[in-house]
């Protein structure tokens, strides 16, 4: 937060601020926006041709979504350190490899949120260490089922779409 913010809300997970009004903007008026410590969202390869999901029951939108595994960034922990202990607290897979493929914002509009998106490989099943009250369960699918969930809107949770759609379009190249 800076100086010439001022908060409206804080709470364990992110601030809402109001910003100044910028003189340089069309309306010049003040901006409420959410304030987020950043996360990072993983696609867990299972072999070369399965992928990792998870169903997640999301409060805010009060129904289980299909998603890609994903956390909050914790203080001066590194991004792909983030992503290898997410991956485990939900999933219980440990990857031999961790790269960074993107980064990119949510919602721009009322969220600085920045996400970074990692493709893990080499991946070995273990115990999920999810938190007290997650209700997420695994569910491993052939990529091109993942694919198709997206088609058909069953994937509906915006980092998961990007996710999956990058690393195709990656594979699709041969870069991946």
Known sequence: MTDQEKQLLSTARFDVVELPADPAHPTGKRRQVVRHPGAVTIVPMVGDDHVCLIRNFRVSVGMELLELPAGTLESNEPHAVTAQRELIEETGYRADTIE????????PGILDEHM???????????????EEGELIS????????????????????????????????LKRLGEL
């Open 100 to 107: 960074h493929l993107h980064s990119f914002y949510l919602s």
């Open 116 to 130: 970074h998106l990692y493709l893990a490989t080499g991946l070995t099943a273990g115990e999920a260490a999810r």
């Open 138 to 169: 695994n569910y491993v699918v052939p990529w091109e089922t993942a694919l198709q969930l997206v088609k058909e809107k069953q994937i509906c949770d915006a980092k998961s779409i990007a996710g999956l759609l990058m690393v195709d379009q």
